[in-house]
T-cell receptor
């Protein structure tokens, strides 16, 4: 069972470069989300989606874009990377949004911005 | 906005001793509560969840948690820890009236000492 797959696992960028973090799930989950994890700050929600074609902002959306064209995929785009975006990024999915559905997490993408 | 407080950032404990990891949340509305565990270089895995009903919830790996509405707490306990329990533990909350956003605590690093 693949579950939630994130690629790449590691990435180093220069300030100002753009890139897309990929996230795919094979569980037919409606709800998908992106978090960043920073030391001493836990996980903070960046963007989320309750279904194909629907996205919304979380706690820390600035500097990130998302789209959801299919149920399976939820890519996260950094248009112009900044050192403050150095972090570990996690994608998660759940069967539906809300009603206490637990989230399934990918293994993370470790991103460094120089 | 919801806030989740994990009072202890690091908890060292000897093998086979009991442990309690504390979690408090701020919401005054009905909530769903979760504990996740994160092993090094991995994503988060669900330990247990409270949706409704009995306030004592049992999870995987011998962990349990008790929901206390009056104290807005959801503390995690294990009567006898093993070396393999060494990991980062996160408490998370979602509000039943919105549900689309999860709020995570800053994490507690549990180190089991042989």
């Amino acid at each position: 069972n693949a579950g939630v797959t994130q690629t790449p696992k590691f990435q180093v960028l220069k300030t100002g470069q753009s890139m897309t973090l990929q996230c795919a799930q094979d569980m037919n989950h409606e709800y998908m989300s992106w978090y960043r994890q920073d030391p001493g700050m836990g996980l903070r929600l960046i963007h989320y989606s309750v279904g194909a074609g629907i996205t919304d902002q979380g706690e820390v959306p600035n500097g990130y874009n998302v789209s959801r064209s299919t149920t399976e995929d939820f890519p996260l785009r950094l248009l112009s990377a900044a050192p403050s975006q150095t972090s570990v990024y996690f994608c998660a999915s759940s069967r539906t949004g809300g009603v206490g559905q637990p989230q399934h997490f990918g293994d993370g993408t470790r991103l460094s911005i120089l | 906005a919801q806030s989740v407080t994990q009072l202890d950032s690091q908890v060292p404990v000897f093998e086979e001793a009991p442990v309690e990891l504390r979690c408090n949340y701020s919401s005054s509305v009905s909530v769903y509560l979760f504990w996740y565990v994160q092993y090094p270089n991995q994503g988060l895995q669900l330990l247990l969840k409270y949706l409704s009903g009995s306030t004592l919830v049992k999870g995987i790996n011998g962990f349990e948690a008790e929901f206390n509405k009056s104290q807005t707490s959801f503390h995690l306990r294990k009567p006898s820890v093993h070396i393999s329990d060494t990991a980062e533990y996160f408490c998370a909350v979602s509000e039943s009236n919105t549900g689309n956003q999860f709020y995570f605590g800053t994490g507690t690093s549990l180190t089991v000492i042989p």
